[in-house]
Structure formats: C-alpha cells, structure tokens
C-alpha cells in the first residue's frame, strides 16, 4: 500500500484541478452542497456556527457541518484524516500561519476574483490579509476578530475597591490590582489556568510594554528582542498578574470563575471578546462588567489580533463548488458578520461594518476602535496565545514556557527569558 | 456422525482444500493482526527517520527527530514522571489489589456487593475518570472546598496544583480505577489455592497469618508478575486519564510520554519527531517486556522439563 | 484460618472493608448527586453537595435536548452510534479470538508461537501511534467515515486480547478430550462448537466485558474516523465539558455521565462474579 503522501503527489492534484471559470458555471447548474469541519460543539461557538447554517440552508444551500467536540488538535486530526483519504471538506475551520502550512499538503481553492468582486480587500486589516493569502492568493476568509487582551472590569468589584478610572498603563492595572486586593479581594484576577490563558497572561503583558519590541521578539523572532530589557519586563509584569489569579483554579477555564467575577469578588479579567459572549449565554447582563481595551504604556490601544477563518479546499463536486462560492459570499456579507460577531463577542473582521446600532455592547465598540486605533498606530500585533503569530509547533514550545513559569514561582524573569529563546531555537 | 460419512464419501478431494474454512478463519485474523502490528510499527520507525511534519513526507534526516526530542525539556520531564508514576502506581496497586483480595477471600458477607463496588471503576471510560477527579481533587471546587465550607478553614488538599505533587493525583486517579483489575486476579490466585495444604499447616498449628506469609502468598508469584507486567503496560500508555485530569500541569509538571507523542505528532505538527518519542516509547516498554518474555520462557522450559 | 475465628478481628475486616468501598464509591455518589443539582447550584456551592432541588430535567436535556452544534438532540443518537460500533466489534473480535486461542493452545500448527506472540505485542502498542497508519489503511479500503471501518479497527485490534486470553484459558482443556473427538473424526470445527465452545462462558464473558467497555469508551478513533451524525457517545460528553465559549455545564454533564456509563456499568455488575471465575482460569497462566 502507497502509505507516504509526497509533496509533489499532492501538488499534482492540484495541477487537475478546476480553474475558476468552471467553479463559477458550476453554480447556476447545482444546489450549493457544503461539508465543513469546526471544532464549534457548544456555547455561543456552537450557536453561532448553527445559524450561520441556517442561513446557509436559507439561501437554498444544503449544509453538512461535522462539528468535532474536544481540542483543535482533534479538529485538525480530523482534517488531516480527511486530506490523506482524498476527500478534504470543502470548507473547515483553520487559522492563523497554519493557513500556509497545511495549504502547502492539499490543492485549495483560489477565492481572488470572488473576494475581488465582494471589494473584500479593501475592508481587511493588511496584517490579517496577509495571512488568508499565503503565496498572494486568498484561500482562507477570515471570520471575526477578537483581541487576546481586553480588559473585562466587574462594576461590583470596582465599586468594592471604590474605583472608577479605567486602568491605561500597566501601573494604572497595578495600582487597580492592589487596590483591589487591600478592598478584601484575595485574588483580584479572573483569569483561568489553561495552557491558551497562560500564554495571554504574558502576550498581554509584552504587548502592552512594547509592542514594538512584540512584534520583533514573537513574530518575527529577533534575536535581540528576545532577549532585550522589554521581554524582561514583560515576565516581571506576568507575574505579578499570575499572584493576584486564584492558584486553586488549577488548569480550569477562566469561565469557572465567572459568577464570583460578577459578584465582585474578583475584580478584573485579562481576556477577549469571547467571554462577553459567554457571560450572556451565561445570563449575566452587559451593565455587570465593562469591556476596555488592555493596559498599554504608551497610552494607545495595543491589539493582541486573533481571528477565526474558514480555508476552502479544492473539490471537483459541482454542488460543493457551487456552495464553497456562497459560502464564501456568506462569510464576507457584513449582515453575516453582524449576526456571527453579535453572537459569540467578537467583532466583525470589516472595518466597514457600523456597530453603533442596537445589539452591539459597548466593550464590542471599545474593541473595534480599538482596532483602528492599533491599525493606525501600528500597534495591531499577532496573538501568540491563540495561534497567530507563528505556527503550531513553536507556538507550544513557547506556550511551555510560559505556562511553566505562570505556574513555578520559583524561576526569575531572566532565566524565562533565557528558557524562552532555548526554546524557539529548539523548535525551530 | 454424518460428516464422517460425507468427508469418506468424496475421496477424491484433498485435505488441505477440505481444510480451507478452517485455515481461513485462523489464518485471516492472525495475519491481519499480526501485519498491522508489524507494518505500523515498522512504518513509525521509518517515519521517524523523516522531516515529516504535517503529513508523512519520504526524507531522510538521520537521528535529528530523536536528539530533539531527547534534548527537550517535555521529554526529560515525562521520562522522569514515568519512573515515579511508573513504579508508584504499580506497587500502589499492587498492594491495594492484594489488601483487598485477602479481604474478600475472608468469606465476608456481602462479598458480591463488595466485589461489584471494587471493579466498577473499570468500566468507566479514562476521560470520565479524569474529569471527575479533576473536580473532586480541584481544591476550589473539590474536597478542599467542601471541608472548608464545613468548618476546618485551614485543612489543605491541593496536590491537583502543587507542581510536586500533582503527578500523585494521577496516581490516586489510575489506582482508583485499575485496581480492582489486580483484585480480581489476586483472589483469583487466592481461590486456587490447595486447601489441602491449608489444613496441613494449620493441623501443624501454624497461625493465619503465618499461613498466608508461608503458604498461601509464595503461591500467588505469577499472577503478581502478571499484574505488574499489565498495570506496568497500563502506565506507560497513560494518555486519557492524565489530559482530563491535568493535562500535563500545573505547567509541565506532569507530563508522560504518551502526551509528549501525541502532541508532538498532531498538536506541534512535528510528525517526525512525534514517531521518535513513540519509538522511544517502545523501547522503554521493550524494556519491561523482554525480561517478562525470558521469565516466561524460564518458567515454561522449567515446568516441562520436570 | 477461613473458619470464624474471634469477632474482634472480623470488626475490623468489616471496617477496613466498608472503608475503602466507601472511598471507591464516592466518586460515583459525587456523580450521580450532581446529575440532580442545577448547574446554578453547582457554580454556587462546590462540586459535592446533596442537591437543594431536585434537577431532575438534567436527565431530559442530557438524553434528548443538549446541542452539538446544530444537532439538539442530546446523547440520545451518540448512544446508537457507539452501539452500532461496540456490539458487532465485540462478537466478532471475542469469536475471532476463541477460534485463533483454540488453534494456538490445542492444534498447534508451524510458527503458532511466533504469530501468537506479535499478537499479543499488540496489547502494549500505543494507540496515538497508530492513528496515522489506520488513517492510510482506512483510506486504501474505502472505509473512512463509516462505522463498518470503527468495527474493522476495534475487531483487529482487539483480537490481540482475546486472542491472549482465550489461548490461556484453553491450554488447561485436556488433550485427551480432543484427541479422542478426532479419532471419533471430529473435525476442527465441530470440536470448537460440540466441545470447546460449551466450556468457554467464563472466558467469553470476560473478553466480552473486556471488549465491551473499552470500545465503548473509546474516543480518539471515534471522532476521527466519523462525520457528524456517526460519532460515538464519548465524543457527545466532550462537547459538554466545559469549552472555551460556554461555563461549565456540570448537572447536566455529570446526567450525561451517567446515562453514557449504564452499559458498560450494567456489564460489569452482571457479570463481575464471572469476571473473576474467567479471569482465574484465563490470565494466570
């Protein structure tokens, strides 16, 4: 049995396939057919990703989601599982560098005079774009938009510590932080214990010091920024961050913490948009917390960008075709956007899109402009936390790290950093 | 019998092809099980030797995946778990299997009910287990939660997040749920004992428990040796229990090799290096199986031989 | 020594007993209890308590009303899927393994050891490693995404179990009994239904347990290996513990616990007087 599958088999197929003319006939002949695969089971994930189908069917589509319950690594065995039989869904979830990786193993679909004719571009944050189009061409549409380190504030903890400045700086959060903790909050942070929340902890804490020296150190990997004064401090302001985290949470979800968030006895929460969504499915109501973006120190907004997408992989299938085509007119419908961002907390991926109107929380209008702001100030970086700022395998070498020291008060700043830059050497 | 008469009857066919139905039904199933052990086996070694990351690629990269993976602080810390883990829970279970056999064969009342108690956590998946450890051991949920809310404030449980002490939770997960495995095998042993030579000694006037030190224990060597070898097994293939449980935390601290393979296969996308740990991972078991098969092969010869 | 000696001695058999039953069951009571507490109760208390109201509707939403995604309708279809898998999987792979352990142990025929005892090495082979290589085999058969190829993998690999145990237990059936159905001319066949088959219950109860549960609690092949409306029941309760986007769900997920453990739990209570009886015989050897 031909048990290897070769780059240059693979590469093969996609020489086979169908141009776009042919994609674009393909419509009008058959009612649109589309398979997916998303690891969006439960919660608003799981709401959002219904309706969207929903809105699939209504369009006369024929909606075949294979939700697959569990880690994205069980997603992504899945896929590969589904690549290595010849039969890729038509569309899946995937993101960040990880677009590029796997684009490289399976023939994907070129989505350019689509996204040209929606004007999609136009409307993209150039950063986010520039990973949905690895080679120059679009293969991925990116969903909604969620910045790892907003700064979720409990008006019954504030009112607790008898504060009503939102922290800008790190020294304003500090000062916030003790405050709240002489108040009598034992652990004035929300935040969980998993490996992802660990990693938004530190990125948090970088970005907010410099993103600059962020963006040189985690996403392009510079050997002096990763060893420069502000990565140094970055890990002194982690841990600061991880003493005020209750340690009993253990490798619990931050959202096991939620309704003491609420009550006030934890006063503040380093996470994105995703939790404004759970705390609504939760029941919980928007006058109960305030969303602002995270502590920077140069006063502008620092975006930590993390956005779903879906890839659409090459299908010779007319009906598929045909529903990769409205699939991809879906996903980049400001409506859509609206509809998915509205359920799960996150913001529309268009900058385009008006979120003053009702169903739209104020902590969602803090982020997009926030978003602006970084855009214009170049301080929109990757989240290193949620996969985006490099691939899988050095992003859990370095997530070893970090969550390694979160949890070991015993190793100093210096020797994490030193631990950090042994690790991107080693994964490399 | 009727089939004498047929198979008599037709002279003229060979035996091999009267035969083949029951060639076929031993064969096929052997073979295939036997090929696929081998071929998968063979296949990781080779895939080991490659720069495969995503999906398997031809290439040759020497022993670059398995110097990776040795130098990398995961694998040193789930090889270093592995041994306590390892030998911690085996003699745990060991001797809470033998603890409870012993009971049970004291010809208790309600031995049935006792019996279904000690082996239900079989039956119980790995991630089940995990999960509802993980809340019972959580100290802000768990026991810790509730004798404080009882009233002892300053009782402490935390090993779910104490670093050094996590790898115990896992231990206390994997005994509760295997070993009424070593139970049922010990009281097996236990029940076939002669009694014969119980009354002997006891006619010698030998005490119960001399009995069981001097007759009863020195009989029950090889179903020990059968137990340690599977809950042996059973440890270094750990993999559910411990990524609902703890996920390899607080940190890293409780990482085992069978996470850092799969991880390093499907999670890191470093497919290459993911197959060397999982070959390392033979070999460890290798390890433990090789001088398991030589005394088995001592054992048999011995017995044959007398 | 098993006659009744002095009661004092017997207390505290009965006390270090009920002891560490007490220990083993409390993680089910656990479970069980908080099938019956609101997910609010939970949150606001701790994990363990006796339930203020009775959340009897739990059981509802975790049997038919909880969503995976757009599907709502609870473990309920997940239970026939794992089913469908789990019963064909187990007899074939337990009958599989009778013949093959009836071969090794009483025909005896060239290189019997040497198969015999890859298969067998196939108790101790990791299952992350083989996931790949089933990927490749599933594909060159044309059954990935289907529950006949979860039947292919389950009965191939478990026939290294049955196949042990069946084999061991076998070996204590004296040859004199087969030899004399053969001179009778008896073949292989009739031999394994007339002879070995009616001494066989203990041993097939234990590898039918054995089977049973483990391919019933499997998850990694399961999600993998299936789309949507095919996955097992162990990929059901993964979407219910808690996610990033949900809070904890813990009644409802502690009730579909519960009903997902009833087979394999009714399994062992019925049959763990013969787990014990087959195991003596099977696996001492």
């Known amino acids: 049995m031909p048990i290897t599958t070769t780059r240059r088999r693979l590469l093969a197929g996609s020489a086979a396939a169908l141009a776009f003319p042919a994609f674009a006939r393909a419509q009008g002949a058959a009612k649109p057919r589309l398979t997916a695969i998303s690891q969006w089971s439960a919660g608003s994930d799981g709401a959002a990703i219904t309706a969207l189908g929903k809105k699939f069917e209504e369009k006369g589509g024929v909606w075949q989601h294979s939700p697959v319950p569990g880690f994205t690594t069980e997603m992504m065995n899945k896929l590969r599982a589904q690549i290595i039989a010849g039969d890729p869904p038509a569309c899946s979830q995937l993101k960040g560098p990880e677009i590029a990786a796997w684009s490289k193993i399976a023939p994907t679909v070129d989505l350019d005079s689509i996204v040209a004719a929606a004007g999609y571009e136009k409307v993209v944050a150039p950063d986010l774009a520039k990973l949905h189009k690895p080679g120059g061409k679009w293969i991925a549409l990116p969903l909604q938009i969620y910045s790892t380190n907003m700064l979720f504030l409990s008006k019954r903890g504030m009112d607790k510590a008898k504060a009503d400045k939102i922290p800008v700086t790190w020294a304003d959060f500090n ?36 993103p600059v020296a962020y963006r040189a150190a985690i996403m392009n990997l510079d050997k002096k920024a990763l060893e420069g004064p502000e990565i140094k401090a970055a890990f002194a302001q982690t ?190 | ?46 895939i080991s030797f490659t720069p495969s990351t995503l999906v398997p690629v031809t290439g040759w990269v020497g022993l670059r995946n398995y110097s990776a993976v040795l130098v990398s602080r995961n694998w040193q810390i789930a090889f270093d778990n592995l041994l306590l883990f390892g030998s911690a829970f085996v003699l745990l279970s060991l001797m809470t299997g033998l603890l409870l056999a012993i009971l049970l064969d004291q010809r208790i009342r309600g031995e049935n009910v006792l019996r279904s108690i000690f082996l239900y956590p079989l039956a119980v998946s790995f991630v089940v287990t995990g999960t509802v450890w993980s809340w019972l051991l959580n100290p802000g949920i768990g026991i810790q939660k509730l004798v404080h809310d009882l009233g002892w404030t300053s009782f402490r449980f935390d090993w779910l997040v104490d670093r050094d002490m996590a790898i115990w939770t896992i231990v206390i997960a994997a005994i509760w749920q295997s070993s009424g495995f070593a139970m049922a095998l010990f009281l097996a042993g236990l029940r076939s004992v002669d009694a014969d030579i119980i009354k002997a000694a006891q006619i010698d006037g030998a005490g119960p428990i001399r009995i069981y030190r001097r007759v009863v224990l020195p009989t029950l060597w090889p179903i020990t040796i059968t137990v340690v070898v599977v809950q042996l097994q059973f440890a270094i293939s750990a993999f559910d229990l411990v990524r609902a449980l703890t996920n390899g935390g607080p940190g890293i601290a409780t990482q085992l090799p069978a996470l850092v393979v799969y991880d390093l296969m499907f999670q890191r996308s470093q497919l290459g290096r993911g197959a060397a740990a999982a070959v390392l991972m033979l070999l460890i078991l290798l390890a433990v199986l090789l001088p398991y098969a030589a005394w088995r092969y001592v054992r048999q010869r011995r017995t044959t031989h007398a | 020594m098993r006659e009744r000696t002095f009661a004092p001695s017997r207390l505290l ?273």
């Open chain 1, 239 to 428: 841990r600061k961050i991880a003493d005020w985290c209750d340690p009993n949470v253990g490798a619990q979800p931050y959202a096991t913490n939620l309704k003491r968030f609420i009550d006030g006895d934890m006063g503040m929460m380093i996470q994105g948009g995703w939790a404004q969504g759970v705390l609504r499915n939760a029941g919980f109501k928007f006058d109960d917390f305030i969303i602002a973006p995270g502590p920077s120190d140069n006063g502008k907004p620092v975006f930590l960008l993390n956005a779903d997408a879906f890839i659409f992989w090459q299908r010779k299938e007319a009906d598929l075709q045909a529903g990769q085509m409205l699939m991809a007119q879906l996903v980049m419908d400001p409506a859509i956007q609206t509809m998915y961002s509205q359920i799960t907390g996150s913001i529309p991926v268009r900058t385009d899109v008006d979120l003053s109107g009702e169903g739209w929380s104020d902590g969602q209008r803090r982020t997009a402009a926030a978003l602006k702001d970084a855009v214009a100030n170049n301080q929109a970086v990757l989240s290193l936390a949620h996969n985006m700022a490099q691939q899988n395998g050095l992003t859990a070498a370095m997530i070893d790290v970090l969550t390694e020291y979160v949890k070991n008060k015993t190793i100093k700043p210096e020797q994490a950093v030193t631990r950090l830059a042994d690790a991107v050497e080693g994964a490399r």
């Open chain 3, 13 to 285: 058999i009965y006390l270090v007993v009920s002891l560490v039953a007490a220990a083993y069951l409390a993680p089910l009571v656990v479970v069980v209890l908080n099938s019956l507490r609101s997910n609010e109760e939970i949150a606001q208390a701790s994990m363990i308590g006796w339930p203020q109201q009775w959340a009897w509707n739990n059981y509802a939403r975790a049997w038919s009303g909880f969503c995976v995604a757009e599907t709502c309708a609870g473990i309920r279809p997940y239970m026939l899927n794992s089913a469908l898998v789990t019963i064909p999987a187990t007899i074939i792979s337990t009958l599989l393994g009778a013949i093959a352990g009836y071969a090794v142990s009483l025909w005896r025929f060239r290189g019997d050891n040497w198969i015999y005892g890859i298969v067998t090495l196939g108790l101790f082979l990791p299952q992350q490693m083989r996931l790949l290589p089933w990927t490749i085999v599933l594909r060159d058969v044309g059954l990935i995404n289907t529950l006949t190829g979860l039947v292919l993998i389950h009965t191939i690999q478990g026939l290294s179990f049955t196949t042990l145990f069946c084999r061991n237990y076998y070996v204590a059936v004296p040859h004199e009994l087969i030899r004399a159905a053969r001179i009778d001319g008896a073949g292989f066949f009739r031999i394994f239904w007339r002879i070995i088959l009616p001494l066989s219950g203990p041993i097939l109860i234990v590898t039918v347990i054995w089977q049973f549960t483990h391919i019933w609690n499997e998850f990694l092949y399961g999600v993998t290996f299936t789309t949507g409306q095919q996955q097992p029941v162990t990929a059901a309760l993964i979407a219910l513990s808690a996610a990033i986007a949900d809070i904890p769900q813990h009644g409802v997920q502690s009730a579909a616990v519960i009903i997902a453990a009833l087979p394999t739990l009714l399994i062992y209570l019925l049959g763990g007087k013969y787990f014990v009886r087959g195991l003596t015989a099977g696996a001492v050897k």
């Open chain 1, 175 to 210: 000062e916030l932080a003790d405050k709240m903790k002489s108040a009598g909050m034992n652990y004035p942070l929300a935040n969980g214990g998993t490996r992802p929340d660990d990693g938004q902890k530190f990125e948090a804490s970088f970005a907010g010091i410099s």
């Open chain 2, 1 to 46: 019998m009727t089939d004498v008469v047929a198979t008599a009857a037709r002279p003229a066919t060979p035996d091999w092809v009267r035969r083949l139905p029951e060639y076929l039904m031993i064969w096929v199933p052997l073979l295939l099980s036997a090929a696929h052990l081998v071929t998968f086996s063979l296949w990781t070694i080779w």
